[in-house]
Nanobody
Framework: VQLQASGGGLVQAGGSLRLSCVTS?????????????LGWFRQAPGKEREFVAA????????SYADSVKGRFAVSTDNAKNTVFLQMNSLKPEGTAVYYC????????????????????WGQGTLVTVSS
């Protein structure tokens, strides 16, 4: 099981970035495991990891942190086993390492924001938003 995040970089406030997370491994390809949730979290320097967005692969249902609603969009390309995070109108407080993660036995939508619910994590990609 592997998750590989990419797409981070330096952007000015108000700009956009698109993060990608490619998943690989049997857990992502088997039919019995297709009903999982892919999430994005971020961790700013000196702060705890926080939820950003999540999407349920089989239904496309999604959830967002209040701080990013209306600006970020999470989506998947199931054929490519990839989850995306489109980030628009970025703010300096969005500077953080962004991580993708997978929850193979997801509960109700209310649990998607809990980092402890996720089973596998990617290595993170750094996003820096300059003011």
């Amino acid at each position: 099981v592997q998750l590989q995040a990419s797409g981070g970089g330096l952007v000015q406030a108000g700009g956009s970035l698109r993060l990608s997370c490619v998943t690989s491994g049997r857990a992502f390809s088997g039919r019995a495991f297709s009903n999982f949730v892919l999430g994005w979290f971020r961790q700013a320097p000196g702060k705890e990891r926080e939820f950003v967005a999540a999407i349920r692969r089989i239904t496309g249902g999604s959830s967002y942190a209040d701080s990013v609603k209306g600006r970020f969009a999470v989506s998947t390309d199931n054929a490519k086993n990839t989850v995306f995070l489109q980030m628009n109108s970025l703010k300096p407080e969005g500077t953080a390492v962004y991580y993708c993660a997978a929850d193979f036995t997801p509960g109700p939508l209310s649990t998607w924001q809990d980092s402890n619910a996720y089973d596998s994590w990617g290595q993170g990609t750094l996003v820096t938003v300059s003011s």
